[in-house]
């Protein structure tokens, strides 16, 4: 089961690799980790988003801050599965609202 098909079912899967971490280098992790941050930002920030009754703002926000902490761990070049993990898990649950 792809982590995609995990986050539908409702769940974010603890302890599976992260697509981001298996990316070959820190940079690429840290440059994937910046899109899915850059772009959470984004739609958390739109009039459209912050004026939604649906769960599309709280997905945003998640993905806003646990990219942003992932991003925290890979500066320091700490690769932090977990967090990665949380990242994409709340990314993906956030782009099923937009």
Known sequence: ???????VQGFCPAGQQSAIA???TLE???IQTRE???SSVEV??????QNSRSMRIKWADLARVTCGI???HLATGEVNV???NQCECNY???TRFK
């Open 44 to 49: 958390y920030e739109r009039d459209s988003t």
């Open 82 to 84: 977990d967090r990665l």
């Open 92 to 94: 993906v649950r956030m």
């Open 28 to 30: 690429a992790m840290q």
């Open 1 to 7: 089961m792809t982590q995609r098909e995990t986050v």
């Open 70 to 72: 992932a991003a925290g």
């Open 36 to 38: 899915l941050y850059d």
């Open 22 to 24: 298996a990316l070959d």
